[in-house]
T-cell receptor, first 111, second 113 residues
Framework: DAGITQSPRHKVTETGTPVTLRCHQT?????MYWYRQDPGHGLRLIHY???????DKGEVSDGYSVSRSKTEDFLLTLESATSSQTSVYFC??????????FGPGTRLTVL | AQSVTQPDIHITVSEGASLELRCNYS??????LFWYVQSPGQGLQLLLK??????LVQGIKGFEAEFKRSQSSFNLRKPSVHWSDAAEYFC???????????FGGGTRLMVKP
C-alpha cells in the first residue's frame, strides 16, 4: 500500500526469542499505531506514538515495547516472545480527520 | 471506556440481495465512527466515516451507513451485494483526539452465487 510498509511480512520464531517488527511511512504523519488482530477480537491497540520519542500504551501493551527515533519509523519489539503473541500485527498512521490508514500486516508465529 | 459491538459474527447473503451489518457503540460524547473492510490476507481499507452533520453517509463500493444517536448504532448497508463483497467488516469508534480507535470483533460476510 502506498505510504506505509511493514517488515517482515511473515515471521516464525521460537518462544523466548526477541522480535522486532518495523513500520515505515513516507508521508511525515505525526501519529502512528501498532495493533494486533486475533479472531473474535477485531484489532486491539498495543502502543501508539504522537511524535519522535513520544509514545504511549494502548489496551494490550504488556510484553511489548516500541520506539520512534525518526518520524518515518515505528518499531514494535517483543522482548521475549510467547505463544500468546502469535497474531497478525498491523501498523497504522493518522492521515486526516482522525482517520487511520493501515499497513499490509505482519503475520507472526511463535512456536 | 468506549466499546463497539458487532452482534453478527457471520452473515451469508445471496448475490444481488441487500445487506445490513449491525454496529452498536458505547461512547460518552459525540463519536467518530468508521467502517473498514478486510479481504482475506489483506490489510484494512476504509469504507466510510461519520464525524458530524448528515447522519446518512456514503462510502466507497456502493456502501452507506446511518448514524442513529438514540440507538447508539452505525449500521452498514448495501442495496445489492456482489460476490467481491465477501470479506470481513469492522466497525470502529474513536474519541475527539483520534488516538484511541476501538474496533468491534468483526462480521464475516459470505456471498452465495
Amino acid at each position: 500500500d502506498a505510504g506505509i510498509t511493514q517488515s517482515p511480512r511473515h515471521k516464525v520464531t521460537e518462544t523466548g526469542t526477541p522480535v522486532t517488527l518495523r513500520c515505515h511511512q513516507t508521508e511525515n504523519h505525526r501519529y502512528m499505531y501498532w495493533y494486533r488482530q486475533d479472531p473474535g477480537h477485531g484489532l486491539r491497540l498495543i502502543h501508539y506514538s504522537y511524535g519522535v520519542k513520544d509514545t504511549d500504551k494502548g489496551e494490550v501493551s504488556d510484553g511489548y515495547s516500541v520506539s520512534r527515533s525518526k518520524t518515518e519509523d515505528f518499531l514494535l519489539t517483543l522482548e521475549s516472545a510467547t505463544s500468546s503473541q502469535t497474531s497478525v500485527y498491523f501498523c497504522a498512521m493518522s492521515v486526516q480527520d482522525n482517520e487511520q490508514f493501515f499497513g499490509p500486516g505482519t503475520r507472526l508465529t511463535v512456536l | 471506556a468506549q466499546s463497539v459491538t458487532q452482534p453478527d459474527i457471520h452473515i451469508t447473503v445471496s448475490e444481488g440481495a441487500s445487506l445490513e451489518l449491525r454496529c452498536n457503540y458505547s461512547y460518552g460524547a459525540t463519536p467518530y465512527l468508521f467502517w473498514y473492510v478486510q479481504s482475506p490476507g489483506q490489510g484494512l481499507q476504509l469504507l466510510l466515516k461519520y464525524f458530524s452533520g448528515d447522519t446518512l453517509v456514503q462510502g466507497i463500493k456502493g456502501f452507506e451507513a446511518e448514524f442513529k444517536r438514540s440507538q447508539s448504532s452505525f449500521n452498514l448497508r448495501k442495496p445489492s451485494v456482489h460476490w467481491s463483497d465477501a470479506a470481513e467488516y469492522f466497525c470502529a469508534v474513536t474519541n475527539n483526539a483520534g488516538n484511541m480507535l476501538t474496533f468491534g470483533g468483526g462480521t464475516r460476510l459470505m456471498v452465495k452465487p
